[in-house]
Nanobody, 124 residues
Framework: QVQLVESGGGLVQAGGSLRLSCAAS????????MGWFRQAPGKEREFVAA????????SLADSVKDRFTISRDNAENTVSLSMNNLKPEDTAVYYC?????????????????WGQGTQVTVSS
């Protein structure tokens, strides 16, 4: 079983940038496909980005395309989400998630392992 810990959240003004990191322990991350999701107050958890086990394939939600980038460093056992040109509507708790196997998906229910989340707040 893999344990995930997110970091890098915080308060930023609109137009600013943040870089979230997800560190894994317990199992090596290179055996898991990864995803980032977010949940704003009163809303359902939504897909943000995903990356395959190898890192070759990535996917981003339409709302964050051209602003966010997902990457992974299997040697360091980390997955990152670089967020640029942040908007107030990006405010949410951001979670990283893992699923065994090579392919990632945009469905939260496909991921059995989750971190505790990190808060991102974007002020206008």
């Amino acid at each position: 079983q893999v344990q995930l810990v997110e970091s890098g959240g915080g308060l930023v003004q609109a137009g600013g940038s943040l870089r979230l990191s997800c560190a894994a322990s317990g199992r090596i991350l290179s055996t898991y496909a990864m995803g980032w999701f977010r949940q704003a107050p009163g809303k359902e958890r939504e897909f943000v980005a995903a990356i395959s086990l190898s890192g070759v394939w990535t996917s981003l939600a339409d709302s964050v395309k051209d602003r966010f980038t997902i990457s992974r460093d299997n040697a360091e056992n980390t997955v990152s989400l670089s967020m640029n040109n942040l908007k107030p509507e990006d405010t949410a708790v951001y979670y990283c998630a893992a699923r065994a196997g090579p392919t990632s998906t945009p469905l939260p229910t496909d991921y059995p392992y989750w971190g505790q989340g990190t808060q991102v707040t974007v002020s206008s």
